[in-house]
């Protein structure tokens, strides 16, 4: 039985080490977002993803920060027949023009993500110790059209808020932005991880329960004993 527990709780381990290597997932392609009203990205260094799609204008992000920090940023696409390649990613600081991203300039590879089964296209990326400050981020094409996804930060951080949060926006993630049925969302390591957490939490909760009533069943007859004595 202790053999049986352990091997379990390995595969978990195991298996979540996938869920705390990927990025923290960030829908942002249905937000209204402009120069004067960005996105805003909270702790830069932690790893999250923002999927987001040009409809005719750029897509706008800022980050703020007091301490000066490791700003890592890369561009992706979803491996789909349309998907565009011809991104920029311009980070300005003090309205001056920081560096770029140039997606035009660049050989995109097909990457598949084991975690969650997806296959991406993957663009320029840059890393770099910053100064505190402000910075804003464009992400923008010669035709504001296309689906993206804008990687920040290289910190792996899942907590359990996070790992509940993936586990509910990844089948509308499926749906909109790799235009699969939302059933695939669990059809992967994910959906496996899933499947092993249930189970242990569902075993735990059997077993608290099997106890608190073997619990009251000895007071109880403890209790009918000591009437009788009486």
Do not use: C
Not at 66 to 71: A, D, K, Y
Not at 131 to 158: D, H, M, Q, R, W
Request: no cysteine; proline share 5%.
């Amino acid at each position: 039985m202790k053999v049986t527990k352990f091997i379990l709780i390995l595969i978990v381990f195991l298996l979540f080490i996938n869920i705390i290597s990927a990025h923290q997932p960030r829908l942002v392609y249905n937000l209204e977002n402009s120069e004067d009203n960005p996105i805003i990205v909270e702790a830069p260094e932690i790893s999250k993803a923002y999927y987001g799609e040009l409809k005719g204008q750029p897509d706008h992000y800022m980050i703020k920060s007091e301490e000066g920090f490791n700003l890592y940023l890369s561009i992706l696409s979803p491996d789909l027949e349309d998907s565009k390649t011809d991104f920029n990613v311009e980070v300005i600081l003090d309205d001056d023009l920081f560096f770029v991203l140039n997606g035009s300039q660049e050989d995109w590879e097909v990457f598949h993500e084991e975690f969650a089964g997806d296959s991406y296209l993957d663009g320029p990326e840059i890393e770099n110790t910053v100064e505190p400050g402000i910075y804003y981020i464009k992400v923008s094409n010669p035709s504001n059209t296309g689906k993206y996804s804008l990687a920040v930060g290289k910190i792996e951080s899942f907590p359990f808020k996070e790992i509940v949060k993936t586990f509910m926006v990844l089948p509308k993630l499926k749906k909109d932005f790799f235009e699969k049925s939302p059933l695939t969302a669990y059809f992967n390591l994910m959906g496996l991880s899933l499947l092993i957490f249930l189970i242990v939490i569902g075993g735990i909760i059997t077993g608290i329960i099997f106890i608190a009533k073997k619990l009251k069943n000895k007071k109880l007859k403890v209790k009918t004993k000591t009437i009788r004595k009486k």
